[in-house]
């Protein structure tokens, strides 16, 4: 682990062209991106100087808390009258030290592990939707307990979703229940890594125990974490929420990765000016740093840039708007430049069905965070109606644009082989095509990126299999996965065991 430098990394250009000539699949989960940069080195230099005077001159409101004497007892400048904490710079340099470079995720599946750090990219789901579109009906209805299940089954089964952040919240049980079977109903339904939500100290703790059941205990958790939590722990402009830093405290104490995630609004909870927003956030997110490594030196954190805008018009939240894509990417240079992994958003819409507008927002935003080189990138997949709500096809859509997207982010290999010299030679003094070529046959599946719902058939061809529209493609290849895919099963003693430990309300999964 690198700890020399606040601002270290500076050698991932030279890692990810070493990493681009051992590529095999056509879009696997990990490649690095960095080749979209909407912010200069200057300008990234400006936004952290920024942010640093902001954590001295204006500071963080911390209430009266044991958050706030952590902060007054390692030197702290601690205004009580004001309720606020000046950061000095030097802390914020010790904090950056500390904090681990990379953050292991792993999956119950090893072959789904995620290494978060420098220019990595992995695509996932995220999100709290209430709402949910009925496959059969294809109305909004109210989201349950089964569904955060259904759609961890079909997030496993889908190769370009890389995570399953629980998509949306249970809303057929009681809330002092929620957390825990949140949990279970998506470690039990899909091998890769899971995140969510705790709301209480509890929680976490119960949560932890879980994982630790399913791992063979606390160190081998901690050794391998097969889940990992995000925290809401600001409310936007600079403002701790105390009862969400208890949680943090607590999921910090118990080893357990956490996602420090702020979402300021500009426009309405942070300036209009973008620059502004990056500056505010980079602020809440560099005091994240310093208190999780005051609290726990050494934790696995992430860097949690969730910025949105609005439409200055109405002063309504948008999600799939050009300036949020290049906000999310500028969060991907801020990362590089502390060289920590961070954690931001792509793939969100305002449309509040399938169509063309949810596919160019997407698209757009999915895009420019990943070929920046954000790590994890939750909200790429489900989402529709600004966040309210998921669809079970939508996923199966978003899989394939992400498929194309990562597909981008490897780039374009160059070699003496794809050079292609002596075929351009051999094509033009007439011997054959280039379709027909050894190097086409040879590169027929490992250089192209072939979309499994998107259509590429001649019109009549399109017609003859019933001009279907990519909505009703995907919804049908989301019910078939619904029906055959079937994701390894927990063990049956320890599914036994979790059920005696903890009042689960998911029946048992099918064994056949």
Known sequence: MDTTTPHRGRARHRRRDQERTTIAPVAPPGLC??????????????????????????????MPSACREIFRAAGAR???????????????????????????????????????????VYMGTGGAAVKVLDLDSGFARESTLADVAAIGRLVDALDNIHFYLRACVARDIPAELLDINTFYASLSSTGKHVTGNCFSVQSVRDVAEMGAMIMGGAAQLRQRPILSITNCWTVSPLRY?????????????????VFLSSAPQAGATSPAALAGTLVQITAEELSGVVYTQLVQPGAAIILGFVPSVSDLRTG???????????????????????????????????????????????????????????????????????????????????????????????????SDETLSIDVIDQVCRGEGHFLG??????????????????????RGDWEDAGSLSMWERARARARQLLTTHRPTPLPAAVDAALRQRFPI????????
Do not use: C, W
Not at 42 to 58: G, K, N, P
Not at 241 to 257: F, H, K, M, S, Y
Not at 385 to 412: F, H, K
Not at 505 to 512: E, H, M, N
């Open 437 to 458: 070529t050894a190097q086409s046959r040879e590169l027929m599946h490992t250089e192209y990126y072939y979309p499994h719902t998107g259509d590429r058939q001649r």
């Open 241 to 257: 929420a105390p009862e969400t830093v208890e949680v943090l405290t607590e999921i910090l104490r118990q080893g357990i990765p």
């Open 33 to 62: 991106g960095g080749s979209y940069k909407p912010l200069t080195e200057s300008d990234i230099r400006r936004i952290h100087e920024a942010a640093l005077t902001v954590l001295e001159r204006t500071g963080i409101e911390v």
């Open 505 to 512: 309300l998911l029946p048992p999964a099918p064994t056949s």
């Open 316 to 414: 309504n939240y948008v999600g799939g708007s050009p300036e949020f894509a290049m906000m999310h990417a500028a969060a991907a240079q801020v990362g590089q430049f502390y060289n920590l992994p961070v954690y931001n958003s792509s793939g969100l819409t305002d449309s509040k069905i399938p169509d063309v507008q949810a596919g160019y927002e997407k698209g757009m935003t999915s895009a420019a965070a990943a070929l920046a080189g954000s790590n994890y990138i939750h909200h790429s997949a489900g989402f529709l109606e600004s966040m309210m709500t998921v669809a079970y096809e939508q996923y199966v859509i978003d899989d394939d644009i992400n498929g194309a997207v990562m597909r981008m982010v490897r780039g374009i290999e160059v």
């Open 78 to 120: 601690v205004v009580d009258a004001e309720n606020r904490v000046y950061i000095p710079r030097a802390m914020v340099e010790d904090a950056l030290a500390k904090a681990p470079n990379q953050v292991l995720l792993a999956g119950r599946d090893p072959q789904k592990d995620m290494l978060l750090g420098g220019a990595r």
